[in-house]
């Protein structure tokens, strides 16, 4: 069955711009995670949404960053004024929902900020 | 503050050798992952460990976890060349963090012939 998709796959972008990656996870999965992955700060959750509760937005690391689900499905996760600090490959993952569940990871977007 | 470690960072096997990741997690935790990612792609969920004693084994890895010690190991056994790859432990605290999961740094596995 379809995984985890992530697009675009790639993104440069110049520093000051801002950038939108968007992630559909796998039908049915309620719940949805970004986290960031970086040479200098390895895998860093970012935000978590399940279902229509509020989502924990306590990894992201400014008021740049905010992401959005629209109809409990696809998610877009925004980065305004983009920072060189900001390049990375951001990974969206997955999981049914229920506790304890396995998360399944995208391919993920790498970013570059020039 | 959640903190997770590997160790080692980096291992350089031959194939046909047994070795050992070690993952230590520094508060109570309410379940451990194992994943794996191979260069340029995505991660890719290898065992979730939910209890004290709790040893599940899939080919040539076996995980094991000891809450008691906050500890994880990741057994390879007679190590192949496709075993090559970078590999993840992650803790899910549970509770009010349940879902987000801290991640140790990765070891990066490298297997000779």
């Known amino acids: 069955g379809a995984g985890v998709s992530q697009s675009p796959s790639n993104k440069v972008t110049e520093k000051g711009k801002d950038v939108e990656l968007r992630c559909d996870p796998i039908s049915g999965h309620t719940a949805l995670y970004w986290y960031r992955q970086s040479l200098g700060q390895g895998l860093e959750f970012l935000i978590y949404f399940q279902g229509n509760s509020a989502p924990d937005k306590s990894g992201l690391p400014s008021d740049r960053f905010s992401a959005e689900r629209t109809g409990g499905s696809v998610s877009t996760l925004t980065i305004q004024r983009t920072q060189q600090e900001d390049s990375a490959v951001y990974l969206c993952?997955?999981?049914?929902?229920?506790?304890?569940?396995?998360?399944?990871f995208g391919p993920g977007t790498r970013l570059t900020v020039l | 503050e959640l903190k997770v470690e590997q160790n080692p960072l980096f291992l350089s096997m031959q194939e046909g050798k047994n070795y050992t990741i070690y993952c230590n997690y520094s508060t109570t935790s309410d379940r451990l992952y194992w994943y794996r990612q191979d260069p340029g792609k995505s991660l890719e969920s290898l065992f979730v460990?939910?209890?004290?004693?709790a040893v599940k084994q899939e080919g040539r890895l076996m995980a094991s976890l000891d809450t008691k010690a906050r500890l994880s190991t990741l057994h390879i056994t007679a190590a192949v060349h496709d075993l090559s790859a970078t590999y993840f432990c992650a803790v899910d605290r549970g509770g009010t963090s349940y879902g987000k999961l801290t991640f140790g740094q990765g070891t990066i596995l490298t297997v000779h012939p």
């Open positions: 993952a997955s999981s049914p929902g229920l506790r304890g569940d396995t998360q399944y």
């Open positions: 460990l939910l209890s004290n004693g």
